[in-house]
């Protein structure tokens, strides 16, 4: 996850930071022999952003399979056991009645009463998978350093660098990247020869863990043995 999100901010700062050289906005730390201007993400710390562990969140736990109809094969295999009931079916961009297949959810198989037309990924089945999906909110402290050879370099690298993670905002979102500026200092590195500044951010997200709850496959009702 930390990686994740330093890889993220990274990538942000690379595609917006047109006059830093990609390999020089990295995870690592500056050093004497770093070449200039220089950017650093880095992760100092976390806590939870909310109360409770393992609350539920949004499942990310449907699945869509989609086949090639020969005209002639009736029966598909699905790539995971479906969870009773599949959601549906589509064939040639209609769906399906559930009285057009049949579903063996042992098998994970579903067969169609008539064989679909010859056409490349004309079959879909969407179904839900047996997982319970739970997750931590975290809220994350990342900073970005970055290093110039002098006063002007270096503030503008900073400037730079807080408007490409405005900029790529939308982008970070959908990926469930949330940042919030929570302040910046000058600081300086004893062992080089170069001024720094410290811009910090909360990035809030969330720890994702996704349980196999099993499933039912069948019931057996019988009467008790008599001892």
Do not use: C, H
């Amino acid at each position: 996850m930390f990686a994740k999100i330093e890889e993220a901010i990274i990538k942000a700062l690379q595609d917006n930071l047109k006059d830093v050289k990609k390999g020089s906005i990295s995870g690592s730390k500056v050093t004497p022999k770093t070449g200039l201007p220089y950017v650093q993400v880095t992760n100092s710390g976390f806590k939870p952003a909310d109360s409770g562990i393992g609350r539920p969140v949004v499942p990310d736990d449907k699945v869509q399979d989609v086949f090639d109809g020969d005209g002639e094969e009736k029966v598909f295999t699905l790539s995971e056991k479906p969870v009773r009931p599949l959601l549906g079916v589509e064939v040639d961009g209609m769906k399906a009645s559930a009285r057009a297949y049949t579903v063996d959810y042992r098998e994970a198989t579903v067969a169609l009463g008539r064989p679909p037309k010859k056409g490349e990924g004309n079959v879909k089945v969407t179904y839900l998978k047996p997982y319970v999906t739970l997750g931590q909110r975290l809220s994350l402290v990342y900073e970005v350093k970055v290093w110039g050879k002098d006063e002007a370099q270096r503030d503008s690298l900073a400037e730079g660098a807080m408007m490409a993670l405005l900029k790529e905002e939308e982008t970070l979102n959908k990926q469930g990247l949330f940042l919030k500026l929570l302040d910046g200092a000058n600081m300086e590195e004893p062992s080089v020869e170069a001024l720094g500044k410290r811009v910090l951010y909360e990035v809030e997200a969330d720890l994702v863990v996704k349980i196999d709850v099993g499933r039912m496959e069948e019931i057996d009702v019988r009467k008790p043995e008599k001892i």
